[in-house]
């Protein structure tokens, strides 16, 4: 049963443009979201975090949309660069014992063309 | 950002051999470590929470006498694969929690860069 949802595994955007990749799940207890990032062979890296008080978390090109009715998120990059090109994760956790721990997405490729 | 190494990045054994791979905190303390695994097209699976000086917390279907886990030290955790076989084959990643860090909304893990297992 996967509680965090990336059903788009891949995505090719025009440099310049926006690129939108979405999150979808399904344990309501969840109340805090990560996106990270990852190039192969490498691990993943911080890129945003959004608390389930807020609906809108922005630093610089980035910027996370929270739906807590909808339970989806989405993370937009505007504009898109070459180097934004990676595997982007979402992830979640709950509050209590295990706040620390994350449940991660399948993970999309980006793909931003040059 | 707080730095986390790994070591090895790929290793190579045969089947029935153990592994070690050690997972350090370069510039924070790590109260809690983390160990996931991750086969191709797949999410990062978390195996195991380490805390310090205490025993990791296995998740569910998660052998903890196959995959011995030691966090001695508030710098280092390892993850031992005994008795490794083909399917045991994945990219083991690390992270950690900065001990140091007490609110929630910090909530980052920071990565190590992982380690290719291959297991002949």
């Known amino acids: 049963d996967q509680q965090v949802k990336q059903n788009s595994p891949s995505l090719s955007v025009q440099e310049g443009r926006i690129s939108i990749l979405n999150c979808d799940y399904t344990?309501?207890?969840?109340?805090?979201f990560l996106w990270y990032k990852k190039y192969p062979a490498e691990g993943p890296t911080f890129l945003i975090s959004i608390s389930s008080i807020k609906d809108k978390n922005e630093d610089g090109r980035f910027t996370v949309f929270l739906n807590k009715s909808a339970k989806h998120l989405s993370l937009h990059i505007v504009p898109s660069q070459p180097g934004d090109s990676a595997v982007y994760f979402c992830a979640a956790s709950a509050p209590g014992a295990g706040s620390y721990q994350l449940t991660f997405g399948k993970g999309t490729k980006l793909s931003v063309i040059p | 950002g707080a730095v986390v190494s790994q070591h090895p990045s790929r290793v190579i054994c045969k089947s029935g051999t153990s592994v070690k791979i050690e997972c350090r905190s370069l510039d924070f303390q790590a109260t809690t470590m983390f160990w996931y695994r991750q086969f191709p097209k797949q999410s990062l699976m978390l195996m195991a929470t380490?805390?310090?000086?205490?025993?990791?917390?296995?998740e569910q279907g998660v052998e903890k006498d196959k995959f011995l886990i030691n966090h001695a030290s508030l710098t280092l955790s390892t993850l031992t694969v005994t008795s490794a076989h083909p399917e045991d084959s994945s990219f083991y990643i690390c992270?950690?929690?900065?001990?140091?860090?007490?609110?929630?909304?910090?909530?980052?893990?920071?990565f190590g860069p992982g380690t290719r297992l291959t297991v002949l």
């Open positions: 380490s805390n310090e000086g205490s025993k990791a917390t296995y």
């Open positions: 344990n309501s207890m969840f109340d805090y």
């Open positions: 992270s950690a929690r900065d001990g140091h860090r007490r609110d929630r909304r910090d909530n980052e893990q920071f």
